[in-house]
């Protein structure tokens, strides 16, 4: 069952503004991931954040979480046609090891 | 290094014939994950190997679905007897984390694109 939510589903914006995607979960977690994908092949690891983390920051990439509201935001800013992809949330449990559960993305379009 | 690679990048099969795809895993990662994609969708885990031995096999959807890992390096998904619901893009991935797989980053390949007719 998919554990990550994102919203939204599609995200429409022009080069130079910023762009906010979020994503909610269900169970405990030990950290959450963000990956990127291009034209529906392999995906690339943008940023992972533990849980006892609260923000982290990569380049122009800024990521927050929020464990009370099982909750985590992805910000882009000053984007840029080539950041137009989908974006999943990915998340890995709180104990045992298991594989990251992924969810259903946002499809972000960069328009220059 | 050479990133995660997959064979083949497409594959269109007719329905109830085998096949199998191919995963060669960055060296020295020790987790490999498979996950399927279908289309407009997230991804859905299908197994995950820790070198030779599967710990979580529970993604795979019917007995029809088989994997398996040799030399804690290459891994090959096989698909018997296909159906047309089989029709999805099949990703690998691994991780260097010897202990725990869903600790690090994972490292996806170009996906195998599977067209069941």
């Known amino acids: 069952s998919q554990q990550g939510e994102e919203d939204p589903q599609a995200l429409s914006i022009q080069e130079g503004e910023n762009a906010t995607m979020n994503c909610s979960y269900k169970?405990?977690?030990?950290?959450l991931q963000w990956y990127r994908q291009n034209s529906g092949r392999g995906l690339v690891h943008l940023i992972l954040?533990?849980?006892?983390?609260r923000e982290k920051h990569s380049g122009r990439l800024r990521v927050t979480l929020d464990t009370s509201k099982k909750s985590s935001s992805l910000l882009i800013t000053a984007s840029r046609a080539a950041d137009t992809a989908s974006y999943f949330c990915a998340t890995a449990p709180d104990s045992g090891y298991s594989t990251l559960t992924f969810g259903k993305g946002t499809m972000l379009l960069v328009s220059p | 290094g050479a990133g995660v690679s997959q064979s083949p990048s497409n594959k269109v099969t007719e329905k109830g014939k085998d096949v199998e795809l191919r995963c060669d895993p960055i060296s020295g990662h020790t987790a490999l994950y498979w996950y399927r994609q279908s289309l407009g969708q997230g991804l859905e885990f299908l197994i995950y190997?820790?070198?030779?031995?599967?710990?979580?096999k529970s993604g795979l959807p019917s007995d029809r679905f088989s994997a398996e890992r040799t030399g804690g390096s290459v891994s090959t998904l096989t698909i018997q007897r296909t159906q047309q619901e089989d029709s999805a893009v099949y990703l690998c991935a691994s991780s260097p984390h010897s202990s725990g797989g869903a600790y690090n980053e994972q490292f996806f390949g170009p996906g195998t694109r599977l067209t069941v007719l």
């Open positions: 169970t405990s977690i030990n950290n």
């Open positions: 190997f820790q070198g030779n031995s599967a710990p979580d």
């Open positions: 954040i533990r849980s006892n983390e």
